[in-house]
């Protein structure tokens, strides 16, 4: 059974372009969440969803930043007119069921904007 | 404001010596208390899930307590292969996999 599957592992943008970051998963689950981990900080929740459907998005930037996961393929984290401070490690985790004991995570992307 | 707060920052032990971690929390609201294990590069790899006080998990070298406003981690006779960051993240309301996290402790065991 894979676990989470991210990709890219690692993705280098210059300012100003887009970021697409993809997340599969663990199969049967339904539930998604990304984090983010900048430099020297803790992961910090960006947005939960369900297939087609943004739960919790409280952690998300208001502006440049959108998720979406749609009812076939992954789950997509998408960061327009990328700014260096966008640099960090960005994580997705799913579980079954919202109330499930835990969450399960993927290895990362690391967005680096040069 | 919710808040999780690991410590140490980072501890240095020499395989064998024993030594515990903290997780102290200020949220509302609880719904379990999570232990995570991080390697550098790596995804954060579930350990413990704790929902009470008073309730205790064991795993190998490691284990978890939880009371109404800390958790633990004692770690005994650690080896080299513990080096890791540990990461404490808490659950509130009704959504568990919303996670609230410390900054976690790094963790060197040396031979």
């Known amino acids: 059974n894979a676990g989470v599957m991210q990709n890219p592992r690692h993705l280098v943008r210059r300012r100003g372009q887009e970021a697409r970051l993809r997340c599969s998963p663990m199969?049967?689950?339904?539930?998604v969440y990304w984090y983010r981990q900048l430099p020297e900080e803790g992961l910090k929740f960006m947005v939960y969803?369900?297939?087609?459907?943004?739960?919790?998005e409280s952690g998300m930037p208001k502006e440049r930043f959108s998720a979406e996961f749609p009812k076939e393929g992954p789950s997509i984290l998408r960061i327009q007119q990328v700014v260096r401070g966008d640099s960090a490690a960005y994580f997705c985790a799913s579980s079954l069921r919202t109330d499930d004991t835990e969450a399960f995570f993927g290895q990362g992307t690391r967005l680096t904007v040069v | 404001e919710d808040q999780v707060t690991q410590s140490p920052e980072a501890l240095r032990l020499q395989e064998g010596e024993s030594s515990s971690l903290n997780c102290s929390y200020t949220?509302?609201?609880?719904?379990?208390l999570f232990w995570y294990r991080q390697d550098p590069g790596k995804g954060p790899e579930f350990l413990f899930t704790l929902y009470s006080a008073g309730e205790e998990k064991e795993k190998e070298r490691l284990k978890a307590t939880l009371t109404k406003k800390e958790s633990f981690l004692h770690i005994t006779a650690p080896k080299p292969e513990d080096s890791a960051t540990y990461l404490c993240a808490v659950g509130r309301g009704s959504t568990l996999g919303r996670l609230y996290f410390g900054r976690g402790t790094q963790l060197t065991v040396w031979p």
């Open positions: 949220v509302s609201g609880l719904r379990g």
């Open positions: 969803l369900q297939k087609e459907n943004i739960i919790d």
């Open positions: 199969k049967g689950h339904s539930h």
